[in-house]
């Protein structure tokens, strides 16, 4: 690929041209510069300079600012976009597999690289468009291979947190791994204990919609086991059905692949969905397995681990109630279907059929038919509920709780009142509209609903 000043975003040109105007190298690096020779958009840009941090600071004003001065790196606004600036480094002695204890700052940019994770992310590319290259690269994104720097176990000594980035660029750019790389994950991935929960959250987050995920997940559930010990117990648990062939988590790992989706709420329900069932197996009196329940007990145990992991509330409850329904039959008539939208919303049943649908497609062909014939028609239902703007929640109806406390209505009893307008409207015993509804209850129609509230 040739490249050329205007390969190079307006903005990051700017950067560029300002350093080496007064009178310091300055490169792109990274992450960037493999995306450009992929012919993907870089989402971000770092640049790599001869330039001291205080020197950065000096070219750029008011528009930098020193988010890691210790190391070298300062971020230059250009505009609403953040680059980040580092000086040329060699990094000292690692003390806990996560940061180096010091830099010392050089003047070669060869010497910058060779201290970085892969090969592939070890190129530089100036404003003339000159590709530096000292490590191979380029040969290996040819060969679409994930190869270490140097000795791979250094590389991990120094930062375990590599072994997730290494992972997800594997399931993400679709990349073998060397196998002298793969045998050092394998090794080293204890000492990822010393990273940061929030950090390996966001490399799962990344990871698990990449369309290798599946493949990765498999060569390295050890690694995965490491901070999710709870996926261990399914690696070759028998199900005992002749509906589920494999063991646990090949079956998840095939649900997982069958998503086909770039929604990691509704990936992570996929890789988790039978995590419960373990804790719920037993045998039936024909010597089938039996896991009555493993979807409730697998939400409670997901939702743990994404806690522990730090994902945020949403995501861990959307995913949480995902994997709560993967296992319930869905409504094969209108009123369930509305009913089901109402506890999950829209979004969130279109979630649960792509994830019944994956979880059907990983079962033995012969259990397959059955299972999407009914997610077919819960679709359907839906998508003819949706054409009519049916009203399939609370919040669709013309009225509100205030306007139940207004009649008089206090605690529980409004919801009750609520979902007892919401069942009148949905089976079309009452229009939804407000003046109707609110006689409605004047008239005493939800008696029975507040008496059991």
């Known amino acids: 690929m040739e490249f050329n000043g205007r390969t ?3 903005r990051v040109r700017k ?22 020779l992929l012919g993907r958009r870089p989402h971000d840009w770092d640049v790599t300079t001869s330039a001291l941090p205080e020197q950065v600071m000096e070219v750029f004003g008011r528009r930098v600012f020193p988010t890691g001065i210790r190391h070298g790196t300062v971020t230059v606004m250009q505009g609403m976009f953040p680059i980040e600036v580092t000086t040329f480094r060699v990094d000292g002695d690692y003390a806990d597999h996560r940061r180096p ?51 791979p176990d250094l590389r991990f000594q120094e930062d375990a947190f590599r072994i ?28 990822l204990r010393d990273i940061a929960r929030e950090r390996i959250q966001m490399e799962m987050e990344k990871l698990l919609p990449g369309r290798k995920a599946p493949a990765v997940l498999r060569e390295f559930s050890d690694v995965v086991g490491g901070f999710w010990p709870e996926i ?22 095939r649900t997982l692949e069958a998503v086909h989706s770039q929604d990691p709420v509704l990936c992570c329900a996929a890789l988790l969905h039978d995590v419960g069932k373990p804790a719920v197996f037993t045998l039936d009196e024909d010597g089938y397995g039996r896991f009555e329940g493993h979807g409730a007990a697998g939400a409670a145990l997901a939702e743990e681990m994404l806690r522990r992991l730090r994902f945020s509330k949403v995501f861990t409850r959307n995913t949480g109630k995902l994997i709560a329904f993967h296992d319930v039959p869905l409504p094969q008539k209108e009123r369930g279907i509305r009913r089901l939208r109402g506890e999950l919303g829209l979004d969130g049943l279109r979630r649960l059929f792509a994830l019944q649908r994956a979880d059907a497609m990983a079962h033995a062909p012969e259990a397959r038919e059955a299972l999407v014939r009914d997610i077919d028609r819960a679709e359907g239902l839906l998508d003819a ?9 609370v919040r669709q109806l013309a009225v509100n709780g205030d306007d139940l406390v207004d009649l008089g209505l206090t605690g529980p009893a409004v919801g009750a009142a609520l979902t007892w307008l919401l069942d009148q409207v949905a089976e079309e015993a009452l229009p939804n509209k407000k003046k109707i509804l609110l006689e409605a209850i004047r008239q005493g129609g939800c008696q029975q609903a507040v008496a059991d509230a």
């Not at 261990?232 to 790992?253: A, K, R, Y």
Request: charged residues 25%; contains cysteine.
């Open 8 to 10: 190079l975003p307006k």
């Open 15 to 36: 950067v560029l041209d300002m350093l080496t105007n007064a009178g310091y190298e300055a490169w792109c690096v990274g992450g960037c510069v493999r995306d450009l």
């Open 101 to 151: 204890t010091s830099v010392t700052f050089t003047s070669s940019l060869d010497r910058d690289l060779e201290r970085r994770d892969f090969t592939v992310n070890a190129m530089a590319l100036s404003l003339e468009g000159e590709l530096r290259d000292p490590l191979g690269g380029q040969a290996d994104l040819k060969r679409r291979m994930l190869r270490c720097i140097g000795n």
């Open 164 to 191: 997730l980035r290494g992972m997800r660029f594997s399931a993400t750019l679709g990349f073998a791994i060397h196998p002298d790389t793969a045998a050092a994950f394998h090794r080293y991935h204890p000492a």
């Open 232 to 253: 261990l117990p399914l690696i070759g648990m028998d199900q005992q059905n002749p509906d589920c062939p494999c063991d646990v988590w090949e079956h998840s790992l």
């Open 385 to 393: 509920l949706l054409a009519r703007k049916a009203c399939s929640s």
